[in-house]
């Protein structure tokens, strides 16, 4: 369907990407968020909370994190789309939530503006380092999705996919910015909202009498349907292991059957793939990047390729689910992967893992608080292509 | 041939879900019924009416009644329960957990919500201990008591609930033990109709874990000691209402007064700074009837 015309601010903008992501959420038709001040993300709440009177919906600044992100839920439960935005200490205090938020397949959003750590780190500076945390920080098994912009522009186009597959997965998905990407400043085009594709809830159609909460409808899809409070369906939710009924089950059986599928739902999708690719065929080196990085790495692939050498570019935009599949048929056709990223190996470590062996896997790491110097990436580069 | 006659709370029961998890002599069950009867007397709107729990034993109450139910995670059932009330203000939502779950770990949230004056109802069964984990020191704990990590006794100082929330901003406090059913449901009944951040303490035997382990008898005993040491003094001052370990109980209705609830006063608030922009629509679109 397409988008509420409430909600999108139509036209053409100079936006900071914290402001674009605002901007991202109202137009995919969030109309509540909770969250609680933390920099560099806070512009986002901060123009929502300005811009929510005008169309319609609620803001609510928490007492602290832990709030933020099971208040947001309450509203998904209430009828609601919802999110909320942090950094990485209130994504770590998230992380209970987010694993609730698995547990009960309730669809929302958690945008991650990532500054340096570990702890309180840096709070004014750039990192890459919640990538892993985004993906297991939550204890248990689970699938999630994750999304990574790297310009303002993307921060408005991604945030609503975001929305959009957390209603078709019924699944926490993490717009995962990083100080860099949220407070540059770029053009940013809002297209008027019969452009724009909005995945509504997967509501039940279901009579109260015939409704289960958790029962997947044997079409082959894992994603069961939803209800409302206040609907007369009269479900049953929790965090513990449940049945089809919603109801505490927790025998080997209903957990094997209620994890595997919360996994799988995620895992096996078959659109949860997106990346952009340039020069792969008869590429020596493929340099895979994401966020802001990998803007500093299309400088790099730049020169490399001035001087001749044969360089590809992976971007993934889809971080989680990994696109397992995509690096392990790369690999037997290229000398070498290089990975740069605001970390000390994070993501390097699913290439790695997909690669199998076939193709040497490089690490450009950065503790974070500042960006790659293009040429330590066309560095690693040179080295891999001997 | 006679019938017998179906007890009137069971149509607000899961009784699918029956027998419940809780140990003979639980008070909890008690609060149940009286929950179930208030519901019946009052004629409040079930199909609005969410109930909302944390967790541990008073937590698995959201699961054993028949409205739309979440069992939530440990201390957060207050802000789920915000998020279900601000997105969709048609709800009359009930938050129904236990006094660990509601002021240990979820005590940022409780005075938080009474401060904004969330038009909330929530119902702490006070059980003087962490019963689901084994019996271990709560905040509301008295002195002079074992538990399991207090094994020499406790001599932290304990909360007074009905103090705590009163100062943070509740409009309706009542404190009752599990003796008094009718009161609690007679309570229960007010607050469903009470706007604001409401709040009603129920004292709970555990016989398993508090009492036993305290020589203080069994669930019957605590029902003597409720009947025999519980002062009715409506409209006390809460500074007066804290716990001891043997001594007497204030019970009754300590705070009854109006101010504007959360979503009153926003609305108030964005009239007068927007004028005719502001869009006074709730966040949740499936507001109305089901799909």
Partial sequence: ?386 | MSTIPINPVLPFLRTDRMPTIWCPGCGIGTTVNCFARALLDSGVDLKHLAIVSGIGCTGRVAGYVKLDSFHTTHGRAIPFATGLKLANPKLNVVVYSGDGDLSAIGGNHLIHAARRNIDIKVICVNNLIYAMTGGQTAPTTPGHVITSTHPYGTFDPNFNLPHLVEAAGAVYVARWTTFHVRQIARSMAEVFKKPGFCFIEILSPCPTLYQRRNKMGDGLDTMKFYKEHSKIKNGVSTSEVGLTRNGDIIVGKFVDRDRSDYLTMAHDQFVEALGDRYVDECAAECCEEGI
């Fill in chain 1, 1 to 386: 369907m397409h988008a509420d015309p409430a909600g999108v601010l139509t036209g053409t903008h100079f936006l900071d990407g914290d402001h674009a992501c605002c901007e991202g959420c109202l137009a995919a038709g969030a109309r509540f968020a909770s969250g609680y001040p933390i920099t560099p993300s806070t512009e986002v709440v901060e123009r929502f909370a300005s811009r929510i009177p005008t169309v319609g919906g609620t803001f609510i600044q928490m007492e602290d994190e832990l709030a933020a992100s099971i208040c947001l839920q309450g509203a998904v439960w209430g009828g609601a789309k919802a999110f909320t935005v942090t950094s990485g200490p209130g994504f770590s205090l998230m992380m209970e939530h987010i694993g609730y938020a698995a547990m009960t397949e309730t669809p929302c959003v958690f945008v991650n503006v990532q500054r340096g750590g570990p702890s309180t780190g840096l709070p004014t500076l750039p990192a890459q380092a919640d990538m892993m945390q985004a993906r297991w920080g939550s204890h248990g098994d689970y699938g999630i999705i994750a999304i990574c912009p790297n310009s303002p522009q993307e921060c408005f186009d991604l945030t609503i996919k975001a929305f959009n597959l957390s209603e078709q997965y019924r699944v926490p998905v993490m717009v995962m910015m990083d100080e860099v990407v949220g407070h540059m400043t770029e053009k940013v085009v809002i297209p008027s909202a019969d452009q724009l594709d909005v995945t509504p809830r997967k509501h039940t159609h279901k009579s109260p009498a015939d409704y289960l909460p958790y029962q997947c409808n044997g079409d082959g899809s894992l994603v069961p349907e939803m209800a409302h409070a206040g609907e007369g369906y009269k479900f049953h939710i929790t965090g513990l292991t449940h049945d089809e009924r919603g109801y505490p089950n927790m025998t080997v059986k209903v957990q094997d059957q209620l994890v595997r599928r919360l996994c799988a739902k995620i895992e096996n999708a078959k659109d949860l793939v997106a990346y952009e690719a340039e020069n792969l065929e008869g590429a020596d080196v493929v340099v895979v990047s994401y966020g802001i990085t990998s803007r500093v790495a299309q400088r790099a692939i730049d020169q490399a390729r001035a001087q001749g050498l044969k360089v590809g570019k992976l971007r993934l935009i889809i971080a989680w689910p990994f696109p397992e599949k995509v690096i392990r048929e790369l690999a037997p056709k290229v000398k070498a992967f290089v990975v740069p990223e605001l970390n000390l190996g994070q993501m390097v470590r699913e290439v790695e893992r997909a690669a199998r062996g076939a193709a040497k896997t490089i690490h450009v790491g950065h503790a974070g608080g500042g960006v790659h110097q293009p040429e330590a990436i066309v560095k690693a580069i040179v080295e891999a292509n001997q």
